[in-house]
């Protein structure tokens, strides 16, 4: 059994964990209500944003652009979206198993796999994998529209010229604060929003000056910008989320570990009274014999 002074030594250490990992709740509590407003406030914008660009190009050929243009898949490229930061649960892997897991299911149809990594945390992890073509570290933490726009047009130019035939979004969806799984989905070619039978029956019949594919021109970069943006908002309030809900379960395991080494500083407490007390009724009843 451990010494008295090693137990409280013990719980010592353990109550400046609870402490710690009490404090680190408390500051993804609040930075959480940031990013969680944040993403909320940009997502009718982005959902305005896909409903445009469907109505313009729904009568337009999939090759009409260049950004529109559909090839034969030989080369895929994953764009990973992860935190810079760590201590936030499962958060993370989950994103790098997906990741993974699509890497393999194209390998094993016979496609190259190329990665941009968008956060220190899969950029550490994937460039062993050695497929890493572009890492973008240390902006997760105050990340804004221009960052996704650089990360947007790097990609574009890498797949106007060729270097992938399509090009595949990876990150964390928010669904609630207990939960964030991770999602993926097509970022290149552009593809046309797919018409139901019935979509313009009694619908407005719409005008635009200049022609729409002059329209369309100017908003397919734009597209890629909000689509990156996006993920990149969904991964922030993600990564606070997960961080909070970790470091809540820290906290409740700290005070679990606590209270068994209480029972078992008590115990030994309890054993070191016992041998003084038989030490004294031996040395007592030696003195008496």
């Keep these: 059994m451990a010494s008295l002074k090693e137990v409280k030594v013990k719980i010592g250490a353990v109550k400046?964990?609870?402490?710690?990992?009490?404090?680190?709740?408390?500051?993804?509590?609040?930075?959480?209500?940031?990013?969680?407003?944040?993403?909320?406030?940009?997502?009718p914008y982005t959902e305005k944003f896909n409903a445009a660009m469907g109505n313009l190009s729904g009568n337009m050929e999939a090759g009409q652009f260049p950004l529109m243009e559909a090839r034969e898949v030989k080369t895929v490229e994953l764009v990973v979206v992860t935190s810079d930061r760590g201590l936030c649960g499962s958060f993370n892997a989950n994103i790098i198993k997906l990741t993974e897991?699509?890497?393999?299911?194209?390998?094993?149809?016979?496609?190259?796999?190329?990665?941009?990594c968008v956060g220190k945390k899969g950029n550490s992890i994937l460039r062993k994998t050695g497929k890493v073509r572009k890492g973008y570290t240390d902006i997760m933490g105050n990340f804004q529209m221009f960052n996704a726009r650089a990360i947007a047009q790097e990609v574009a130019a890498n797949f106007l010229a060729g270097g992938?035939?399509?090009?595949?979004?990876?990150?964390?969806?928010?669904?609630?604060?207990?939960?964030?799984?991770?999602?993926?989905?097509?970022?290149?070619?552009v593809q046309p929003a797919e018409q139901s039978a019935g979509a313009h029956a009694g619908g407005a019949d719409y005008i635009y000056e200049p022609t729409p594919a002059d329209i369309m021109e100017v908003l397919l970069p734009l597209y890629l910008n909000v689509m990156v943006y996006h993920a990149m908002l969904e991964v922030g309030a993600s990564e606070h989320a997960a961080r909070m809900t970790a470091m809540d379960n820290a906290t409740?395991?700290?005070?679990?570990?606590i209270h068994n080494l209480t029972l078992l500083y008590n115990k030994a407490r309890q054993a070191g009274i016992t041998n003084d007390l038989m030490d004294i009724v031996g040395g007592a009843e030696a003195l008496r014999g």
């Design 164 to 189: 992938a035939d399509e090009v595949r979004l990876v990150y964390g969806k928010f669904k609630s604060v207990a939960s964030q799984v991770p999602a993926e989905e097509v970022l290149l070619p």
């Design 252 to 257: 409740k395991a700290c005070k679990d570990i």
């Design 101 to 116: 897991r699509l890497t393999r299911q194209y390998e094993a149809a016979g496609k190259k796999v190329s990665l941009v």
């Design 16 to 43: 400046k964990t609870a402490q710690i990992t009490k404090a680190m709740n408390m500051v993804a509590a609040a930075k959480l209500r940031g990013a969680q407003t944040k993403m909320e406030n940009f997502r």
